[in-house]
């Protein structure tokens, strides 16, 4: 059973980074995506940047330009660089992984997904 730990979320200012983690259970293997997904509060839960064990990426409009996902497969962990933070990103982020194709990774479906973390935090004030 895989499991995923979040971490990094916190408050900033609008205009400042944050960089989140997720710690997977697992050696990082061939044919997998992993995607950070984001929910606010009465919003439906939406996919923010994905990568598969390619290194491809890909990335909501939204998010385009100052979010950037990578991964340290020596440490088995995920990450979400933000920059220029905007007071709409706040919400609930979660990692999620799953088996690879293309439209798991690029479809940004939270369905599709059966691995999840909790979720860490993230408040962007003005």
């Known amino acids: 059973q895989v499991q995923l730990v979040e971490s990094g979320g916190g408050s900033v200012q609008a205009g400042e980074s944050l960089t989140l983690s997720c710690e997977v259970s697992v050696h990082f293997d061939n044919g997998y995506c992993m995607v950070w997904f984001r929910q606010a509060p009465g919003k439906e839960r939406e996919g923010v940047a994905g990568?598969?064990?390619?290194?491809?990426?890909v990335y909501a409009d939204s998010v385009k330009g100052r979010f950037t996902i990578s991964k340290d497969n020596a440490k088995n962990t995920l990450y979400l660089q933000m920059n220029s933070l905007k007071p709409e990103d706040t919400a609930m982020y979660y990692c999620a992984a799953g088996p690879w194709s293309w439209s798991r990774c690029t479809g940004f479906d939270p369905n599709t997904f059966d691995t999840w973390g909790q979720g860490t935090q993230v408040t962007v004030s003005s």
């Open positions: 990568i598969d064990s390619n290194g491809m990426t």
